[in-house]
């Protein structure tokens, strides 16, 4: 957003300096301040960046080990009812049987 003011900011600039003199100064003044706002947004957005990855991280990390066990135990189930229902399919249940 800063980037577009600042584009307009000099698309009109030089017509409205020469209409007005102080008024130039003052979109001069303008588009200082918001290349000052940009770097600070900048800086803003990097820091929550890196605070966000971070928890993030920390986050996934802790998913992955209290799940762990439950993930565990869930295999084996999904194990069952595969097997459940591909002894159900009239064609499956025959290849089961082959490979037994």
Do not use: H
């Amino acid at each position: 957003m800063c980037d577009v003011v600042q584009q307009q900011i000099e698309r009109v600039s030089e017509e409205l300096k020469a209409r007005d003199p102080e008024i130039g100064e003052k979109l001069k003044k303008l588009k200082a301040e918001l290349a000052d706002l940009k770097e600070d947004l900048m800086k803003l957005y990097e820091e929550i960046k890196k605070l966000f990855l971070k928890r993030f991280n920390e986050l996934r990390d802790d998913i992955r080990i209290k799940t762990k066990p439950i993930v565990k135990r869930w295999t084996p189930i999904i194990k069952d009812i595969e097997e459940i229902l591909l002894a159900l399919i009239p064609e499956k249940k025959k290849e089961i049987k082959k490979n037994q």
